[in-house]
C-alpha cells in the first residue's frame, strides 16, 4: 500500500509539472526554461551578511532534462561575485533568485558533489516553482506518518557506518540546509549530527535571536534571508534558506523541499546572516530570525510555499532541574508540529539531562512531567532513574509525547508541557533477588505472604514482607504469581494480550499512557492460564466459554483478540530503588485448602 501511494504521489507531481509548463509565464517577469541557452548570463540575489540584499553574477552552462524527477528540469550556471570567489555555492543560498535580462528564470538550489574547484550550482526553473501557489492546502501530505525522524533521533548511531557518505563527491544533491542550534552542548550536537546530516541539514553549535526578541526592520524581498523556527526562547534551533519570489501574500523560497512533505505547518521568519563560514567541503552562512512573517504551508519538490496571513503555533515547554546546584528553569517554545515537535522536545530534554550529569558518576533522576491537551485531562506522569544514559531517560519521557502527537485518529493540540527534575548523586537501582510464599496451596478469598528480596546498588540484601489476596470469584487450578520491574510488566502484557494495543482513539492511548507504572515500583500479579478477549484495546477477563465464541465470530477483523490468560489481580509495591528483575511462583486454589 505504501508503495503505490508513493506511486500516486509520483504520477501527481508529473501531472502538475506538465499543466504548469504549459502555463504561460508572464514573458515581463519570467523567463522560460525553454528559452535558456548557454553562454547567457545574469544576476543573482542573496544576503552574504546582515539583512542587505546582494547581487552576485551567473553564466548560464546548460539544461538538463529529466533530473531529480521526470519531466523536472534543472539550469546549471557558473556563479561568481563577492564572497563566492572564495566561499563557492554557500549552504544557505538555496532559494536565492537568478534573472536573465532582468527576468525571473528560477532559484539556485542545487550544487554538484563536494570539493568543486569552480562554484556551479543547479537552478530549479521558476515555472515549476509557481506551481506550488496553485496546490490547494487541503491535499493530504504523502508519507507524513511514515517520517522516521524521531526514529533516527533515538536510533542507531552513524559511528560504524562509512563516513565518507557525506563527501557525496558526484552526486547532485540539494544545497544543505544550515541549522543553528543555540544553548546545545557539544555532546547534544555530536549525538543529532548524524541526524540532520541524513535529512539534508548542517547543524552548526551558535547563538540563536528569537523572532519575538527583536524589532530589527526588514524589508521583505527576493533575495532576503528565510527562516524556519522550531525551537525558540531559552533553545533555540532554525533552519535557513533565501527567499524567492513574492505574490501579494504568498512567498516562495528553497528551489528544493525541506522534507518533501506535501501539507505542512511551520512558523517562517525573515532573518540576517551573522556569519559567513567558508569551507572546501561546503561553506555556510548563518541565518538568524528577525521576526515572524508567516507560515510555511507547502513543502514541495520544487520548493516551500509561505503563507503570511497564516499564524504559526508553538507548544510553550517549561524544564525545572533540581539539583546541588540549586534550581535551574529553562522557558522555550518548541514548533506544534506532527513532523518535529518530538524530535525537539526529545532534544531540549537530552540537553537537559546531559548538561545536569556531566560532572557526576552514579546518579538518579526523578521525574515529575504535565501535559495539556485540549479536550482531554492533563497528562501527569512520575518517573524514577538511575544509572541510566541520558538518551535513555529523554527517550522515556518523550516516546508518549511521540505517540500521542502521531496519533491515527486526530490531530492534538498540545496546550503546554511541564517537566519537573530532580537529581541525587547515587545510583538507587536495586533487583529482585529472591521471592518466598508461606503457602503454595491456597483457598478463594483467602491469601498468600510474599517475601521479596532484593539487593540495591552496593548495599545488603533487604526484604520486603507483602500480602497478595486471592479473589472470592477466582477459579480452581493452577494459577501463577508473577513478581517483576515495571518495564517486565509492561512487556508482559504486550505478549499475553497483544490486541490491547490496537485502539481505537486517542483517549485510549492517554489512558494507556496514564497507567504505565514508574520504575521504582515492583509489580505482583496474579495470573490464570483462562483464555480472555479484548475488543476495541479493552481487556474483558474470564468470560464464559459461549461469549468467547460469540466475539469470535465476529466480523470485526483486527478490532478484537484473544488473551493469553487473565491477570486476576494487580498491585503495586512501591521502593525507593529503581527495581529490576522479575521472579514466578506457582500456586493452587483449591476450595477444599485449609
Not at 474 to 479: F, I, L, Q
Request: aromatic share 6%; proline share 5%.
Amino acid at each position: 500500500m505504501k508503495y503505490k501511494t508513493v506511486l500516486l504521489y509520483i504520477l501527481v507531481l508529473q501531472f502538475l509539472c506538465s499543466v504548469v509548463m504549459a502555463m504561460e509565464l508572464d514573458p515581463n517577469k519570467f523567463m522560460s526554461v525553454d528559452q535558456i541557452k548557454p553562454g547567457m548570463k545574469g544576476i543573482g540575489k542573496t544576503v552574504f551578511s546582515g539583512t542587505k540584499v546582494e547581487e552576485f553574477q551567473i553564466e548560464v552552462i546548460g539544461v538538463d532534462r529529466n533530473v531529480i524527477l521526470p519531466k523536472s528540469d534543472l539550469i546549471w550556471v557558473l556563479c561568481s561575485g563577492g564572497p563566492i570567489d572564495e566561499a563557492g555555492v554557500i549552504s544557505g543560498m538555496s532559494g536565492s533568485p537568478v534573472y536573465i535580462d532582468g527576468k525571473l528564470i528560477g532559484a539556485i538550489a542545487y550544487r554538484a558533489g563536494s570539493f568543486a574547484k569552480r562554484p556551479i550550482a543547479g537552478v530549479t526553473p521558476i515555472e515549476q516553482m509557481l506551481g506550488i501557489i496553485g496546490k490547494s492546502e487541503k491535499e493530504e501530505s504523502i508519507g507524513q506518518m511514515d517520517l522516521p525522524e524521531f526514529d533516527i533521533l533515538i536510533g542507531k548511531s552513524e559511528n560504524d557506518q562509512n563516513n565518507t557518505q557525506d563527501l557525496d563527491l558526484l552526486s547532485i544533491k540539494p544545497i544543505q540546509m544550515p541549522i543553528i542550534m543555540g544553548g546545545f552542548s557539544q555532546k547534544t550536537m555530536e549525538y543529532i549530527t548524524p541526524m540532520l546530516k541524513r535529512l539534508n541539514m548542517t547543524p552548526i553549535q551558535g547563538g540563536g535571536t528569537s523572532a519575538y526578541q527583536s524589532n530589527e526592520d526588514v524589508k521583505i524581498e527576493p533575495g532576503s534571508v528565510a527562516v524556519i523556527e522550531f525551537v525558540r526562547g531559552d533553545y533555540n534551533v532554525s533552519g535557513s534558506g533565501t527567499i524567492t519570489y513574492v505574490d501579494g501574500d504568498k512567498i516562495l523560497a528553497f528551489g528544493h523541499p525541506l522534507s518533501g512533505l506535501g501539507k505542512i505547518s511551520l512558523p517562517m521568519s525573515v532573518g540576517r546572516i551573522s556569519l559567513l563560514i567558508p569551507s572546501m567541503l561546503a561553506s555556510t552562512k548563518q541565518g538568524l530570525p528577525i521576526k515572524t512573517i508567516g507560515t510555511l504551508v507547502q513543502d514541495d519538490q520544487y520548493g516551500i510555499l509561505v503563507d503570511v496571513n497564516k499564524q504559526p503555533s508553538f507548544i510553550p515547554m517549561k524544564i525545572r532541574i533540581k539539583s546541588i546546584n540549586g534550581v535551574q528553569e529553562y522557558n522555550f517554545e518548541v514548533v506544534k508540529s506532527r513532523l518535529f515537535s518530538s524530535s525537539y522536545i526529545y532534544l531540549t530534554v537530552l540537553d537537559t539531562i546531559t548538561n545536569a550529569t556531566k560532572s557526576t558518576g552514579d546518579y538518579t533522576i526523578k521525574s515529575h512531567s504535565e501535559v495539556n491537551i485540549k479536550g482531554y485531562p492533563k497528562l501527569i506522569k512520575d518517573n524514577v532513574f538511575s544509572g541510566m544514559d541520558p538518551s535513555v531517560v529523554a527517550t522515556q519521557f518523550t516516546m508518549p509525547i511521540f505517540q500521542i502527537i502521531r496519533n491515527r485518529f486526530e490531530e492534538v493540540d498540545i496546550e503546554n508541557i511541564t517537566l519537573d527534575i530532580t537529581f541525587e548523586e547515587k545510583q538507587t537501582s536495586a533487583t529482585i533477588d529472591d521471592v518466598r510464599i508461606n503457602k503454595t496451596t491456597v483457598k478463594p478469598g483467602d491469601s498468600v505472604m510474599l517475601t521479596i528480596s532484593i539487593t540495591p546498588y552496593m548495599q545488603e540484601t533487604i526484604t520486603k514482607q507483602v500480602e497478595v489476596a486471592i479473589p472470592k470469584d477466582m477459579p480452581e487450578g493452577r494459577a501463577l504469581l508473577r513478581i517483576s520491574d515495571a518495564s517486565t510488566t509492561t512487556s508482559w502484557d504486550r505478549t499475553r494480550a497483544p490486541m490491547r494495543s490496537r485502539v481505537t482513539d486517542l483517549g485510549q492511548i492517554i489512558k494507556q499512557i496514564q497507567e504505565e507504572e514508574s520504575n521504582n515500583n515492583i509489580m505482583i500479579d496474579l495470573f490464570y492460564p483462562k483464555v480472555g478477549v479484548t475488543v476495541r484495546g479493552e481487556e474483558l477477563p474470564a468470560l464464559p466459554l459461549t461469549a468467547l465464541n460469540i466475539i469470535s465470530s465476529t466480523k470485526q477483523v483486527g478490532t478484537s483478540g484473544p488473551t493469553l490468560g487473565t491477570i486476576f489481580s494487580r498491585q503495586k509495591v512501591q521502593t525507593d530503588y529503581v527495581i529490576s528483575g522479575s521472579a514466578s511462583l506457582q500456586i493452587v486454589i483449591d476450595r477444599e485448602a485449609p
